[in-house]
């Protein structure tokens, strides 16, 4: 009985003294960047992962603005997405003067841009399509 109680008590401090010197060994300063393939990770720690997935350019359709007049757009990001920047393109005529532009609903979290601008040809109709910078995260 002494010996299985002996041995036991060896068992315990063994295991802890184990389980302490492997926290005292591995640590964040131990492990390379980038050596920790997803599979070895917890579904929580993948799922707390941040950053830029897809990238892509979405333009809108093309929008006619009379001479003088001015003309609003907004150009819709696909699902999941948000609008990061935009712009237009001239087709015809000009030159443009862009009034407002920037995301759909005025914070950064938009799923679109909206562009705003004038034709300050006195004559001459013009014609522009707008842009959105979206990205997946």
Do not use: Y
């Not at 003067?97 to 609903?105: A, R, V």
């Amino acid at each position: 009985m002494k010996s299985a109680v002996i041995a036991a008590v060896v068992a315990a401090i063994v295991a802890s003294g184990s389980s302490v010197a492997a926290t005292s060994l591995i640590d964040g300063r131990s492990i390379k960047d980038g050596s920790i393939p997803l599979t070895k990770l917890s579904t929580e720690a993948v799922a707390s992962l941040r950053g830029v997935r897809d990238v892509s350019l979405v333009e809108g359709p093309v929008v006619t603005v009379p001479a003088g007049s001015g003309a609003t757009t907004k150009v819709q990001c696909p699902s999941g997405a948000l609008a990061v920047s935009g712009g237009i393109i001239s087709t015809v005529g000009g030159p443009f003067f862009l009034q407002q532009f920037g995301p759909g609903t005025g914070d950064s979290k938009s799923r679109s841009w909206t562009i705003s601008l004038i034709n300050g040809s006195q004559t001459n109709p013009g014609a522009f399509h707008a842009f959105a910078t979206c990205v997946t995260s």
